[in-house]
């Protein structure tokens, strides 16, 4: 029976390109979940001055579609700066591979929402957010949907374990329902703080557990 996948997507699942951790990252996420058997954590280091990209690595946790799109995406990035890798889309990704299945897109969908979240990530810790809206809390909610709770595999939004999030003079409060010593809440917390920490008009988060 012929196999869905093109050449280019079999070549980039055997030998994927930038396969691994950067020590010291400039910025580290994680995007998709347990829960939908897809998970891709990107790595970038930047140039200061240039704000090109100088190194790209990524960690799969998934099928060999989302495998293939970590790698091309990296390879489609690679000595871009930061404003050109935000005008990449999840098509550019699924066109250089010759295309996917119509049932792997979202890894497509995944590998750009990570190099996204990446890039917006370095800019706002950067300073190099032109747009400067008054952090909302449609902001917050929506920066929280790509934290995961690992005890449920989804995000901590859908699994409403977050039970209180205020903003008061450039503070965010957020108070999760964990026990502080739960094996999970260190993690929690430092990918709040990852995706909340930076956000220009933003001095502080301070995150809080169940008693």
Known sequence: MPTPYTKLVIEHFKNPHNVGEIENPDVKVTEGSPACGDMLTLYLKVDPVTHKITDIKFKSFGCASN??????????????????????????AAEALGGLPPVKIHCSVLAADALHSAVEIYMEKEGLVKEKNPTKMETVFQKLTHVIDPNTGVDIVKSKIIKGVKIENGIIFIEVDLKENDQFAANVKEEILERLGYLWDIKEVKVSFSK
């Open 67 to 92: 495998i293939a799109t970590g790698s091309i995406i990296t390879d489609l990035v690679a000595g871009k700066t930061v404003e050109e890798a935000l005008k990449i889309t999840w098509k550019d």
